[in-house]
């Protein structure tokens, strides 16, 4: 068993940067591939973009490059999939990317 000691903070960091830019990759392909965003709330999605990048301007500050990378990288997705809402919302969208023109 590994010893508490053992550990890096930073190491720590750097594993939950990956499991946390690995939790919004799923979400944000699925809104990118279907354009389905029913379900999906536009004020919780403008709430966590703002959140994201004040944790981005902290690490950035504190010059903590976990802090900085991984917000950055999830601000990024949740920005892709409120613009994809919005766009969505006002009858913009275009078709989903896995649709194909039908022969005529």
């Known amino acids: 068993m590994l ?26 392909w699925k809104v990118i591939s279907t ?3 029913k379900a999906l709330s536009a004020p919780m999605w403008v ?10 301007t902290y690490g950035g500050l504190l010059r903590n490059w976990p802090i900085l990378i991984t917000n950055a990288i999830c601000g990024t997705l949740a920005a892709v999939v409120l613009i994809t809402k919005l766009v969505v919302e006002r ?3 275009l078709a989903p990317t896995t649709s194909r023109p039908k022969p005529s």
Do not use: D, K, N
């Not at 508490?4 to 990759?25: I, K, Q, R, T």
């Open 91 to 93: 009858g913009h969208a």
């Open 3 to 28: 010893a508490w000691g053992c550990m890096s903070p930073e190491w720590v960091a750097y594993v939950a940067m990956v499991l946390s830019v690995s939790a919004f990759v799923p979400q944000t």
């Open 47 to 56: 709430v966590e973009v703002l959140a994201f990048a004040t944790w981005t």
């Open 35 to 37: 354009r389905s965003t």
